[in-house]
């Protein structure tokens, strides 16, 4: 292990801009004092964005969950039902997902997730009809969705190559890819805990030929399932490693396992200690990725503000609904104002991004700020009770 002068060395060398290898992140990510990690980390924060280091971003966008049948079974997912669970399998018609479409727009939301289950019918020719749809009604909605997984099955179903099934979904409207399913990207805590999943090097393939067809993304990272401090490195290591070579990683995002209903039942979880020291070192040791987000989704609203200072430069988003996280006990909510408090209570100035991370409104004075309460996180969840309840919702959905 590296002594504590040599950590401080790593860390002035990181905070200056110079590149550390996997064996300093993982001496500092395990042995560093945390206000000196985090210090690092926002120095080099503010020099990446200098001259807006004094602004954290936020999206307002939709999650749509279109089935959560899903072949893969992943023990750490309390979203999916088995094929043959007719009674809990569900999948949305496309009216209601451009019902959805429709209310985000109301809303002032700009993007949409598409997310869910690897249903065993679903292949390239499902999700083609589908952006095509969304694009026609709604060409200002940004469709950043799916991830490597999804590519994988899909053209799997349809039988094409994987290239093949990206150019055809990016055709049919796709702009970038979510990035979900990255979970651990090293073999053995996948193996362990997504076992039906594509490898993490074939993720990473698919990725990498999403980037040279000009279809960029943001890349995650899940928590918390009992995976080592060397093997939380090692992914941030493979994911530094692709974006080397193609820069098409806009932001990485870190989030913690929600331990309800599923089947590794919560025995292990990532601290929060442990998720701000990862929001660190990813801005240290990803020194060719853009965006740090904090999530305070999984983490809490006190640990996304915290997250600012240790590196993270966007807070993620007004989740208009989301189901995915929820169902595994996930239980923060916000609303646009909150979110913008949050924000400036951290000492940071916010301001609504669009996917691409571009300032869409800045909101420097909190005179202007907006009042309307409608822009709730979570509004329409079916995860949870009452999740479905905002007056708002229904006129929108009579119409
Ligand atoms: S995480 Fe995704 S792929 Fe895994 S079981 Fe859940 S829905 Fe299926």
């Given at each position: 292990m590296t002594s504590p002068t040599d950590l401080a060395a790593v860390l002035d060398r990181a905070a200056a801009g110079g590149r550390i290898t996997p064996e300093e992140a993982l001496d500092v990510y395990r042995s560093a004092p945390l206000h000196a990690l985090g210090a690092a980390a926002d120095a080099v924060r503010r020099r990446r964005f200098?001259?807006?280091?004094?602004i954290a971003t936020y999206i307002i966008e939709r999650n749509i969950?279109?089935?959560?049948?899903?072949?893969?079974?992943?023990?750490?997912?309390?979203?999916y039902a088995a094929p043959k669970d007719t009674a809990k399998g569900w999948s949305r018609g496309l009216d209601d997902i451009l019902r959805r479409c429709a209310e985000t727009v109301e809303l002032g939301g700009t993007q949409i997730m598409f997310q869910g289950g690897h249903h065993p019918?679903?292949?390239v020719e499902y999700y083609e009809e589908h952006f095509a749809a969304i694009k026609r009604e709604?060409?200002?909605?940004?469709?950043h969705s799916l991830g490597a997984s999804e590519i994988d099955h899909m053209a799997r179903v349809s039988g094409v190559s994987a290239e093949e099934a990206i150019r055809r979904i990016h055709a049919a409207g796709?702009?970038?890819?979510?990035?979900?399913?990255?979970?651990?990207?090293?073999e053995r805590p996948r193996k362990a805990i997504?076992?039906?999943?594509?490898s993490g090097e074939r993720w990473l393939e698919i990725m990498e030929t999403a980037h040279r067809l000009g279809v960029e993304s943001t890349t995650t990272m899940l928590m918390?399932?009992?995976?080592?401090n060397a093997e939380r490195i090692e992914h941030l290591r493979m994911i530094r490693d692709v974006q080397d070579r193609?820069?098409?990683?806009?932001a990485f995002i870190p989030y913690t396992y929600q331990p309800?209903?599923?089947?590794?039942?919560?025995q292990t979880q990532a601290t929060l200690f442990e998720y701000l020291r990862m929001i660190a070192i990813a801005r240290l040791f990803l020194d060719n990725v853009a965006h740090i987000q904090g999530s305070w989704?999984?983490?809490?609203k006190e640990v996304g503000q915290l997250s600012l200072h240790y590196g993270a430069d966007d807070l993620g988003s007004v989740m208009l609904e989301e189901n995915v996280v929820s169902s595994a006990g996930a239980k923060h909510r916000s609303n646009r104002m909150e979110l913008i408090h949050l924000i400036r209570a951290a000492g940071r100035v916010p301001a609504q991004r669009a996917?691409?991370?571009?300032?869409?409104?800045?909101?420097?004075d909190p005179a202007n700020?907006?009042?309307?309460?409608?822009?709730?996180?979570?509004?329409?969840?079916?995860?949870?009770?009452?999740?479905?309840?905002h007056p708002e919702l229904k006129l929108l959905d009579a119409r």
């Open positions: 200098a001259g807006t280091e004094h969950n279109y089935t959560n049948v899903c072949v893969t079974a992943c023990k750490f997912c309390a979203f019918d679903y292949g709604f060409p200002q909605l940004v469709i796709l702009d970038s890819f979510a990035g979900a399913g990255a979970e651990l990207l090293p997504a076992p039906l999943k594509e918390g399932t009992g995976e080592t193609t820069g098409g990683f806009r309800e209903n599923n089947h590794l039942k919560g989704l999984t983490t809490g996917t691409t991370y571009e300032h869409l409104v800045v909101h420097d700020d907006p009042v309307d309460d409608h822009v709730v996180s979570h509004l329409s969840s079916t995860a949870i009770e009452g999740g479905t309840a």
